[in-house]
């Protein structure tokens, strides 16, 4: 009996607690609803609304097609709206309008037949990248560079169309182990004779193998030195440059510019 008035007494608790933290969910969306109608309200007599959403879908679309030149044409447009508030701090509403922009553009990219895996990893780089900053104008400058990156990799993917399935296959094993893959081993991996799969390279990439490499090396090596704090020497090695000069002169004959030079904005934006 005294353990049955235990239980009796535990549920009771339990369930008034319950019956209260319901109470409460229901004042919190209450109150939200109340907040909202509010705004409305007040945005009717102010007469000033969010930016139209058609301009949103505008952006979306152009991503989704990989057009940059419509994309630039939406950002430029200026209307007498706002682009809403998702937090009291003008700092964190800016970083929190980011991350739902970057977010809406990775799934129209998505859309576009952009690779979800590099989508999503473009996504978490960039949202990690707004984190760092504390200038609002950076912010919505750096907004416009992502959605524009976006629509770049959609519009690369849509002049591919007519892929080789050996050199698509070669480019997924390249960026799995750009770090330290050899050629030999691309060979292998594909399943296909060297001198055949270089062939391919130069007709669907327009340049050879050893190239293609090269560059997405470079690439890779363009992110980390934008988005870590790694040295160049640690970079030259991490992706087997022979040595750091023949790692530079591949920068530069790439970049059209040297890697600390490239690097220089990026340093000055993390102190």
């Given at each position: 009996?005294?353990?049955?008035?235990?239980?009796?007494?535990?549920?009771?608790?339990?369930?008034?607690?319950?019956?209260?933290?319901?109470?409460?969910?229901?004042?919190?969306?209450?109150?939200?609803?109340?907040?909202?109608?509010?705004?409305?309200?007040?945005?009717?007599?102010?007469?000033?609304?969010?930016?139209?959403?058609?301009?949103?879908?505008?952006?979306?679309?152009?991503?989704?097609?990989?057009?940059?030149?419509?994309?630039?044409?939406?950002?430029?447009?200026?209307?007498?709206?706002?682009?809403?508030?998702?937090?009291?701090?003008?700092?964190?509403?800016?970083?929190?309008?980011?991350?739902?922009?970057?977010?809406?553009?990775?799934?129209?990219?998505?859309?576009?037949?952009?690779?979800?895996?590099?989508?999503?990893?473009?996504?978490?780089?960039?949202?990690?990248?707004?984190?760092?900053?504390?200038?609002?104008?950076?912010?919505?400058?750096?907004?416009?560079?992502?959605?524009?990156?976006?629509?770049?990799?959609?519009s690369l993917l849509k002049k591919t169309l007519h892929k080789n399935r050996y050199v698509e296959n070669a480019k997924d094993y390249i960026y799995k182990h750009l770090h330290n893959v050899k050629m030999f081993e691309v060979y292998e991996a594909?399943?296909?004779?060297?001198?055949?799969?270089?062939?391919?390279?130069?007709?669907?990439?327009?340049?050879?193998?050893?190239?293609?490499?090269?560059?997405?090396?470079?690439?890779?090596?363009?992110?980390?030195?934008?988005?870590?704090?790694?040295?160049?020497?640690?970079?030259?090695?991490?992706?087997?440059?022979?040595?750091?000069?023949?790692?530079?002169?591949?920068?530069?004959?790439?970049?059209?510019?040297?890697?600390?030079?490239?690097?220089?904005?990026?340093?000055?934006?993390?102190?």
């Amino acid at each position: 009996k005294i353990r049955l008035r235990k239980e009796y007494k535990i549920s009771s608790r339990l369930a008034k607690m319950k019956k209260e933290e319901i109470m409460r969910e229901e004042e919190t969306v209450s109150s939200i609803n109340q907040k909202i109608t509010n705004q409305i309200f007040d945005m009717q007599e102010t007469e000033i609304p969010h930016n139209p959403y058609d301009h949103e879908q505008r952006k979306l679309s152009s991503i989704e097609k990989g057009d940059i030149g419509k994309l630039r044409n939406c950002q430029k447009e200026k209307f007498e709206g706002q682009l809403g508030r998702v937090a009291s701090d003008d700092l964190r509403n800016a970083k929190n309008m980011a991350i739902i922009v970057i977010t809406l553009a990775s799934r129209a990219a998505i859309r576009g037949g952009l690779n979800p895996e590099l989508a999503f990893t473009m996504a978490d780089n960039y949202i990690c990248e707004i984190e760092n900053y504390v200038d609002e104008r950076i912010i919505r400058k750096k907004i416009g560079e992502y959605e524009e990156e976006f629509a770049r990799q959609v519009s690369l993917l849509k002049k591919t169309l007519h892929k080789n399935r050996y050199v698509e296959n070669a480019k997924d094993y390249i960026y799995k182990h750009l770090h330290n893959v050899k050629m030999f081993e691309v060979y292998e991996a594909v399943g296909v004779n060297g001198d055949y799969l270089c062939r391919l390279f130069k007709q669907y990439e327009g340049c050879s193998l050893e190239i293609y490499i090269r560059r997405e090396r470079i690439r890779q090596a363009k992110e980390l030195l934008q988005y870590s704090n790694y040295k160049l020497q640690e970079i030259s090695e991490y992706l087997s440059f022979s040595n750091q000069s023949f790692f530079t002169k591949c920068f530069k004959d790439i970049s059209r510019a040297l890697p600390t030079q490239y690097a220089e904005p990026y340093v000055k934006s993390k102190k």
